[in-house]
T-cell receptor, first 112, second 111 residues
Framework: EAQVTQNPRYLITVTGKKLTVTCSQNMNHEYMSWYRQDPGLGLRQIYYSMNVEVTDKGDVPEGYKVSRKEKRNFPLILESPSPNQTSLYFCATRLTSTDTQYFGPGTRLTVL | KQEVTQIPAALSVPEGENLVLNCSFT??????LQWFRQDPGKGLTSLLL?????REQTSGRLNASLDKSSGRSTLYIAASQPGDSATYLC??????????FGAGTQVVVTP
């Protein structure tokens, strides 16, 4: 079964404590992206990756890092989380730049 | 810059009525357009994908049309059911391969 998994699904943390949200896909897709969704602002792209070791900034990359060491995994790293990073985060994948996008179930992050 | 607008922002209909959701985009140079469904606090589920060369796509009770020249797409849901209650998002893949999201239409179908 085609799957995009994210962990954790829910996380409450404190300002400045480094955290990683993992994303994994089993579809051998090249393209992977991270989005955040906030009320009134919709979905905004944080980072994306076109293949292993190829990543680029999206619309709101400040305060985030990513890595793509393997095709299936695309972790999102918050080195020093702040309250304005409280949001619902989605990982998404697609085979090529113009194919159907598959979304993970989301990670709800609260930074106190 | 591509802008995607969805009207109305919210819609409430009685069960059995047909739903009509509208999406407009400012730049006609697109690769494709997708309609997604999102349930509260959940991920996005792809409903239909229309390539730029296509005029419409159908899946069960769902039909989506695309008029690239006028920058419009419409999602029709026939004979609505309470289980259709969700937010529907229109997403355009622009000529750079980047996704542009609409703000969504929140649909409530009352029994």
């Amino acid at each position: 079964e085609a799957q995009v998994t994210q962990n954790p699904r829910y996380l409450i943390t404190v300002t400045g404590k480094k955290l990683t949200v993992t994303c994994s896909q089993n579809m051998n897709h090249e393209y992977m992206s991270w989005y955040r969704q906030d009320p009134g602002l919709g979905l905004r792209q944080i980072y994306y990756s076109m293949n292993v070791e190829v990543t680029d900034k999206g619309d709101v990359p400040e305060g985030y890092k990513v890595s793509r060491k393997e095709k299936r995994n695309f972790p999102l790293i918050l080195e020093s989380p702040s309250p304005n990073q409280t949001s619902l985060y989605f990982c998404a994948t697609r085979l090529t730049s113009t194919d159907t996008q598959y979304f993970g179930p989301g990670t709800r992050l609260t930074v106190l | 810059k591509q802008e995607v607008t969805q009207i109305p922002a919210a819609l409430s209909v009685p069960e059995g009525e047909n739903l009509v959701l509208n999406c407009s985009f400012t730049d006609s140079a697109i690769y494709n357009l997708q309609w997604f469904r999102q349930d509260p606090g959940k991920g996005l589920t792809s409903l239909l994908l229309i390539q730029s060369s296509q005029r419409e796509q159908t899946s069960g009770r769902l039909n989506a049309s695309l008029d690239k020249s006028s920058g419009r797409s419409t999602l029709y849901i026939a004979a609505s059911q309470p289980g259709d209650s969700a937010t529907y998002l229109c997403v355009v893949t622009d000529s750079w391969g980047k996704l542009q999201f609409g703000a969504g239409t929140q649909v409530v179908v009352t029994p």
